[in-house]
Structures are given as C-alpha cells and as structure tokens.
C-alpha cells in the first residue's frame, strides 16, 4: 500500500497519510487532521510502501499543501514560544510547584498550548492552569513525560560526541537492558553506558544481536581451553575479529596469544547444557 510519511517535529515519530491525490515532496509542508485538529507536518517520505497491517484505519488523506500564510502561522506560533516558556516558569515558581518545564507549543489554529514538564512525582497543577487560562485566554494542556521523553526534546551531545540517538535519527524508543552491555564486553560502569537523561544509552540495541549469537560461540573469560599451542586460560576476546586472547604457562614462563576462534578447543555452553540434561533423563 502506497503512503505519505509525515512528521510534526524534527526526530519524532513518523506517521502514514493518504496523498488525497496531491504531488508531494520531500521536505514539503502540508496540512493535515489529527486528533487535536489541523496540524502542520513535513513531508519526509512522499511516495512510501508499507504494509496494510501497519495501517491504523481509517487512512486519512493530507488535507492540502501548506501556503505561505500556513508557514507564517507557524513562525509566529514558534515566535510566541520564549515568552510563554518564561512566563510559565513565573508561574510554576510563584506557586513552588516540584515541577521542571522543558516545552511548549501552540497549536497550529492557536486554539491550544501544551506545555511539557518533568517531575519526580505527581503534581496538582490545577491553580496553574487556572493561572495560565488567565494569561493566554486560550486552552491550557499540561503534560508530564520521563526522563528519556526530556532528553528526545531537549537535545544535546551524547559521549560519542554526537548527537543524542533519540533526538536525531530515532523515532521511538528501543528496549535496552544491562545484559545488551555485558554481551558486547562493556564496562558496567553506569559513567560509561548511561546517556545524557542517565539511563542506559539506546544505542546499546544497535548491535545486540550480532554479539548476542558471537557471546554464545565464545568461551568464558578465564576458562581453561586448549590451543595449538597448548592448554591455557582466557584473559580476553575480540568478537569482531572473533579472536581469543590465551595465558599459557610454558617453561616455567607465561605467554598470551592470540587464535582463532576455530583453532580454540573448549566446552561451549550449549553442549554442556545438553550433556547435563541426557545426564538428569538418565538418573530418572
């Protein structure tokens, strides 16, 4: 099925219109329904094939292409921004409500703002809203997110110097877990594996398969294999090269080399658990 992929904001989750006949391009601002009404997105992909199962009907069609008074509209709804920013913060701080702003935004129509804020717990922000109505005259939306949710809007520079995954190149979250770290060999050290909201970094997902199936083929570290040169202990493994670093005690002398996977001979875990099981069916 042929679609149109759309996004509301740089990095954010896409989304699948029908091109109600329109000539698209990437890049090109459209108008399209949602459920808080019309909206401005970007076109990121105009002429897309998917699946019909990753269609949430109805498919609604983008409803015309952006003009040059829908793009002032939505340079002057970001030009009210910083001033509604600040005077929120006013707010939030006049009512010593334990809550951190990190976003606002006008809906297109600028029927609506929403502003976005952290916090530790819940938070009875009624008398803010009521204190917001007051200044805008217009509906008031308050919205909590995490941490991770924080970092996406916000931004930054993560420790591999570019810029965070979430913000940039990643629509939804992956699941991340410390066994992906323990699989590639990592430092457990949370300094080194956790990103800029403190969590474990998502692109420790990227490659967690590959060294998921490499884990399984690799003896343990400082388990006793044997090499052509002769028995030794694991001190280390490279499972891109998929290479095993070996101390073998020889003349009285320590030595370490480094073999081929498929020169080392030791007990993988698979074949142990196997023995262990016809063992047991045995006893029984």
Request: proline share 4%.
């Amino acid at each position: 099925m042929e679609v149109v992929v759309v996004k509301f904001k740089r990095g954010a989750k896409p989304y699948y219109f029908g091109s109600g006949g329109l000539e698209l391009k990437r890049g090109q601002g459209v108008i399209v329904e949602t459920a808080r009404g019309q909206e401005f997105a970007t076109v990121t992909d105009p002429k897309h094939e998917t699946d019909e199962k990753n269609i949430v009907p109805p498919l609604k069609n983008i409803l015309r292409i952006a003009t040059e008074r829908d793009l002032e509209t939505v340079a002057k709804n970001e030009e009210r921004r910083p001033e509604a920013m600040k005077i929120c913060k006013e707010k939030i701080a006049a009512r010593g409500l334990p809550m951190k702003l990190i976003d606002c935004e006008f809906t297109f129509d600028g029927s609506k703002v929403i502003f976005t804020f952290t916090a530790e717990g819940r938070v009875d922000f009624r008398e803010l809203v009521k204190d917001l109505a007051s200044v805008f005259r217009i509906r008031i939306e308050l919205k909590q997110v995490g941490i991770r949710d924080e970092t996406k809007i916000l931004g930054g520079i993560a420790p591999c110097g570019r810029e965070c995954c979430c913000a940039g190149c990643m629509p939804e979250f992956k699941k991340v877990s410390i066994k992906m770290a323990k699989n590639q060999g990592l430092s457990l050290n949370p300094g080194k594996i956790s990103g800029l909201c403190g969590r474990l970094m998502c692109c420790l997902a990227y490659e967690n398969e590959y060294y998921a199936g490499a884990c399984k083929q690799m003896p343990k570290l400082g388990g006793s294999v044997g090499t052509p040169e002769g028995r030794g202990v694991v001190v280390a493994e490279n499972m891109l090269k998929m290479t095993v670093r070996v101390k073998i005690e020889k003349d009285g002398a320590l030595i370490y080399r480094d073999f081929p996977l498929e020169e080392i001979r030791f007990k993988r875990a698979a074949e142990s658990e196997k023995e262990e099981k016809e063992e047991e069916e045995a006893e029984e």
